[in-house]
């Protein structure tokens, strides 16, 4: 297939957790071709304003579709909760009818549903998604008599992109975050922000055995699967070449670092720059 007929599902992020969604998406569906965009000039999104987040995703949007994604899947949660119902409803029907944006809100909220069995959620998030409520929404949406606790972890993101997930500080950081959630006794615990995962390990030898934990990377690759079966039209757009492609609006060796850690493999990528 020649260079300008390739389709990709495109991944975006404000940084770099999003790569670990893909790489859980690449796991899962190892044969369709990706294109990945970490907006790291400007992140991390959420201490921003929706309007702020609304307008940068706009941008990542029209990159991403302006290099043949077919698809786009909202890795970040903060633009998930703020951005993503505006696109998909106003942004899309104007511009791109015939494409598709979808986010990782609802596959956790979904999956969180399945799980818990005293229907009491926790949520540990940037302060973004906290403030947007959209967790608590969708959850609610599904089951009205769900008990949701939220807790914005503001620190988690900086310890992730230094590094910096197995100090000690980071453990007692952890600790003070889930405390309020253990305590209130829930059973099921959303990891709502991409970097989180990441630290999946620590958080479960904090809150026990006992407490199920939703990660979006283990999530979405299995509903992004169901939604390709569903949607053959779609499917059928997406070039199969096994190819991943990466682009960073601050490419620096951190980016490929971490980037390639997060990945599993050496990645490179490309600088590019969003209007």
Excluded: W
């Amino acid at each position: 297939m020649s260079k300008h007929k390739r389709k990709f599902i495109g991944v975006f992020d404000s940084g770099f957790g999003g790569i670990n969604i893909l790489r859980g998406i690449v796991k899962e569906l190892p044969a369709y071709d990706y294109l990945y965009l970490g907006d790291t000039a400007r992140a991390p999104y959420g201490t921003r304003s929706p309007e702020v987040v609304y307008e940068f995703t706009k941008q990542a949007v029209d990159f991403m579709f302006a290099n043949n994604c077919e698809l786009i899947i909202f890795a970040c949660n903060t633009a998930s909760s703020d951005a993503l119902r505006k696109i998909q409803q106003e942004y899309l029907p104007k511009y791109y009818p015939n494409k598709k944006v979808l986010g990782v809100l609802i596959p956790a909220a979904e999956e969180a549903i399945i799980k818990t069995k005293n229907k009491k959620i926790g949520v540990i998030a940037t302060e973004g998604t906290v403030c947007s409520g959209a967790f608590a929404r969708e959850l609610m949406k599904i089951n009205p008599k769900i008990k949701v606790f939220q807790n914005p972890c503001p620190l988690l993101v900086p310890i992730v992109e230094a590094g910096e997930q197995n100090s000690k500080a980071t453990k007692i950081i952890l600790e003070n975050y889930l405390k309020p959630i253990k305590n209130r006794g829930a059973d099921t615990l959303i990891l709502g922000c991409t970097h989180y995962g990441i630290l999946e390990n620590q958080i479960r030898k904090i809150i026990g055995s006992g407490m199920a934990i939703i990660s979006e990377a283990k999530v979405v690759p299995k509903k992004l699967k169901d939604y390709l079966k569903r949607h053959a039209a779609i499917e059928k757009k997406i070039s199969k070449n096994r190819i991943v492609r990466f682009f960073s609006t601050d490419l620096t060796d951190k980016f490929i670092l971490l980037g390639s850690k997060f990945f599993g493999r050496k990645i490179k990528a490309q600088k590019i720059s969003l209007k």
